[in-house]
């Protein structure tokens, strides 16, 4: 019997994570932004700010939550 192609899901390149500061998890990004975690999670489908996700609980780096207030930010003129 002829081995079947099966499709090779290829990985993403390792990323560096700063291991200095723990991993944070929805309910604090959440608590830290003052919004829902509904909302916090359609934040999240729109992929304005990074997270990972490990066994279905997301994890969000705290830098990646600055940068994403800092974006955010509206300047004085």
Request: net charge positive; charged share 25%; with cysteine.
């Amino acid at each position: 019997m002829p081995l079947r192609n099966k499709k090779v899901r290829k990985l993403a390149p390792p990323i560096a994570i700063d291991t200095s500061l723990p991993l944070l998890t929805a309910e604090q990004v959440a608590a830290r932004l003052s919004v829902s975690l509904r909302t916090l999670y359609r934040i999240t489908d729109r992929r304005q700010i990074s997270y990972y996700k490990f066994n279905g609980c997301f994890r969000f780096d705290p830098a990646a939550v600055d940068r994403f207030l800092e974006n955010r930010l509206l300047r004085a003129a």
